[in-house]
């Protein structure tokens, strides 16, 4: 069956096959791409959420082949703040751009994006529900690592609120991965989800320690507490600080276990972990580059 991007939009790791998540993947890693490829496509980055890495590195894959950059990263500076709906919004912008990259707090606004816009939407974050090209990079990074992707991954942190963690699970589950779950009490990954994760083929276990995740991983993926989604601050107080990763805790693990986390990062990683040969967060800063200029590429049908 073949394989085709041109016009698509981006919301959900949901709707990727295994198939089309290996073509990404793969044209990432075959990085055949040219300064001009994107010369003269204008992409458009809202964001409506705070963001160092994703915003940046689509603009910096959209340069690199070529292409222009336009946007917003304080939605104060934007229309909305005078009272401007979403939708309008996002139809203004797709009569400027070839592409939109959207973040938004809310759980669906890229869905809801994509069925006003003329033109691919690319989900940069959707509140707690999807990041899909970052799941894309993780992905791609643990291939690197391990030449598989039916790997066991120790889900450590904020298994409730961390959009990084639904989009990678819906990614892995489609290789037949093995997730090992651990959370702070109140935490967890929803009863729902892990349904729906073993529905599409996962192996999803919930370990009752951490050490128990480490121990038994050939990926430790670590996410920050998602303080900004939290109902309650008091709520917050209580699981704050609750876990963090440090080169002791490491000694545990498997030989070739790597370390991942989409940062930014608070405490729940020592820095020491960083000159370890486990560390492999910053690897994935860099490996976001080709994924996104795969998914730019392919989204305007140019490969
Ligand atoms: C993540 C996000 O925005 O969901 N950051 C990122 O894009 N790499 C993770 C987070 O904010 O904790």
Avoid: W
């Avoid at 336009?70 to 919004?89: H, M, Q, R, W």
């Amino acid at each position: 069956m073949r394989v085709e991007f041109s016009g698509r939009d981006l919301i959900s790791m949901r709707e990727l096959s295994r198939q089309e998540i290996e073509h990404i993947l793969n044209a990432a890693e075959r990085t055949e791409f040219s300064g001009d490829m994107l010369k003269g496509r204008l992409m458009s980055t809202l964001f409506f959420e705070p963001s160092t890495r994703t915003r940046l590195s689509f603009e910096t894959a959209m340069k690199r082949l070529g292409g222009e950059v336009v946007g917003f990263s304080k939605p104060g500076a934007a229309s909305l703040s005078k009272g401007e709906n979403l939708t309008d919004t996002i139809k203004t912008v797709s009569c400027y751009s070839d592409v939109i990259v959207l973040r938004h707090p809310r759980e669906g606004a890229a869905r809801l994006a994509a069925e006003v816009s003329d033109v691919p939407v690319i989900n940069a974050g959707d509140g707690s529900n999807q990041h899909p090209t970052q799941a894309l990079t993780d992905l791609y990074t643990i291939r690197r690592e391990h030449g598989r992707l039916n790997v066991s991954v120790a889900m450590v942190g904020d298994l409730k609120y961390a959009r990084t963690v639904r989009s990678l699970g819906h990614g892995l589950a489609k290789f037949g991965a093995r997730l090992l779950l651990t959370s702070p009490p109140g935490l967890e990954m929803s009863e729902e989800l892990c349904a729906e994760l073993e529905g599409m083929g996962a192996k999803v276990e919930v370990c009752s320690s951490i050490e128990e995740a480490v121990e038994n991983a050939d990926v430790l993926y670590v996410t920050r507490i998602q303080k900004e989604r939290f109902p309650d601050p008091e709520e917050y107080r209580k699981v704050q600080g609750a876990y963090r990763i440090t080169p002791e805790l490491l000694e545990i693990a498997k030989p070739g276990m790597v370390v991942l986390h989409p940062l930014p990062r608070v405490d729940e990683i020592s820095p020491e972990v960083d000159h370890t040969e486990r560390a492999r967060y910053f690897h994935q800063v860099r490996n976001s580059i080709p994924i996104r200029m795969a998914v730019l590429t392919l989204l305007l049908g140019v490969v």
